[in-house]
């Protein structure tokens, strides 16, 4: 065998281990990645799931101080229970987590008209406690969101979405607050 033919087969044997590496590696990361998303969404359900354990001690301490308030305590029990029933959907779980917030939020501006629920120790402890979840929540959308944001640009640029196109890896949805967490909560008697 002449050298040139030694080195031309040296090259392309290269060539094809570059190759092969940089799909090895690219797909694995891709893997990663997506497994980061779906550790950070189950870290944000941990969170949810420590919320929804607390509405019903929340809404049956309100409810002895509110009792004509029903249909604020009522939309926080379908939101619970809506979130609940969804099974995996992250755009369902959106949507349900917001409506959750948003009923919330309407009963503790509500709880404003009751001085001596606001006194009352289960209730300030309860509400410290959602206080703190809701700060665990966001941190846990925030890293969810960066993750997806990681997973997503590996997806879309180049050279790597054509290990990702090859492997059909698709883009995550990001958590977005509602249209109805952007605006004020009004209460009206």
Do not use: C, W
Request: net charge neutral; no cysteine; aromatic share 10%.
């Amino acid at each position: 065998m002449e050298i040139g033919s030694i080195i031309t087969i040296a090259v392309i044997a290269l060539l094809v281990i570059i190759i092969v590496s940089f799909f090895i590696s690219t797909y694995n990361g891709l893997i990663a990645n997506r497994n980061r998303v779906r550790n950070q969404k189950s870290q944000i359900d941990v969170e949810l799931k420590r919320r929804f354990d607390l509405v019903p001690n929340l809404v049956e301490t309100v409810k002895g101080y509110a009792n004509h308030e029903k249909t604020a305590l009522e939309d926080v029990i379908k939101a619970r229970s809506n979130y609940v029933t969804v099974s995996g959907d992250t755009a369902q779980a959106l949507a349900a987590d917001n409506a959750l917030t948003g009923a919330l939020s309407k009963l503790f501006a509500l709880s404003e008209s009751y001085p001596e629920l606001k006194a009352n120790t289960n209730f300030m402890s309860l509400q410290k406690e959602l206080s703190e979840i809701e700060k665990r929540i966001v941190f846990a959308r925030q890293f969810y969101n960066d993750s997806v944001l990681k997973f997503n640009n590996k997806i879309e640029m180049f050279p790597s979405n054509i290990v990702a196109g090859m492997f059909k890896f698709t883009t995550e949805p990001f958590f977005e607050a509602a249209e109805s967490e952007r605006q004020n909560v009004t209460v009206s008697f």
